[in-house]
């Protein structure tokens, strides 16, 4: 998806400070006074807005004209939601996509950073209280139809995140695209650099409380991941893994006897 911008549009830097001007002054407008003029001057600075949302108050929104908002999306007080790269006046070709229906709970916080950084949510999708999404530099992160992120979840790299259609995360889980390098004892480590292959979570998957997902990793479809699990290696389709790290304990595609 490629956002366009308008011809004969001010700088970035000025762009950047009206857009910040005029969300400031409408975002603690309270109640349904303020959703209805929230929405109204967001049609103008988004690129694009749909019908029937309801942006809350106390929602913060950075660099509007790189995010697109479908119909019926709620999103919750607290809420942060930035189209900028690192230099927020230069944001490269970034986006941010709500589908329909998508409903963000309260203080979620969905970034980008850097240059073609993505961030695209399908119909559906719920991101429930403090959700952190933060995608960077040329990496995305894609979540499928009708998914579910638990409370506190983190998904973050430049390594690309692909969650499927119809999973559930539970609260307080880390999926985390990148790894970093560290064999040169004489270097430090934040010196070292990483490395950043990419997670892909595949339909119909639920992932216990507090699971972990590193970079890597492949969860094949209708895959349960136990509470507390550390996932460090590719899951087989209908698997039931758990522990640290996680193993495979039995298979739901096989009859019960």
């Not at 830097?13 to 303020?34: D, F």
């Amino acid at each position: 998806m490629v956002i366009k911008e308008p011809k004969n549009q001010p700088s970035n830097h000025k762009l950047y400070h009206q857009e910040s001007i005029l969300t400031a002054l409408v975002e603690w407008i309270p109640r349904t006074p303020g959703i209805v003029l929230r929405n109204w001057i967001y049609r103008f600075l988004f690129a694009k807005m749909g019908d029937s949302v309801r942006i809350k108050s106390g929602v913060e929104f950075v660099q509007p004209r790189h995010i697109e908002i479908g119909n019926n999306v709620t999103i919750n007080r607290g809420s942060y939601i930035s189209g900028a790269g690192t230099n927020k006046t230069k944001p490269g070709n970034n986006s941010v996509c709500l589908e329909d229906r998508v409903t963000l709970g309260a203080n979620v916080q969905i970034n980008t950073f850097g240059n073609n950084s993505r961030i695209y949510l399908s119909k559906g999708v719920i991101l429930d209280r403090g959700v952190d999404l933060r995608s960077l530099d040329q990496g995305y992160i894609m979540i499928g139809e009708s998914t579910y992120i638990g409370p506190y979840t983190c998904l973050a790299g430049p390594g690309p995140i692909k969650i499927g259609k119809s999973c559930l995360i539970g609260s307080h889980s880390g999926i985390y695209a990148n790894n970093h390098n560290f064999a040169d004892s004489q270097q430090k480590i934040v010196d070292q650099g990483i490395t950043c292959q990419g997670i892909t979570i595949k339909d119909d998957c639920w992932l216990g409380t507090g699971v972990k997902v590193l970079d890597g990793v492949t969860i094949s479809r209708g895959s349960v991941i136990g509470a507390g699990a550390v996932v460090t290696k590719d899951i087989p389709p209908y698997s039931v893994a758990v522990g640290v790290p996680a193993k495979v304990i039995s298979q739901r595609n096989k009859p019960i006897s």
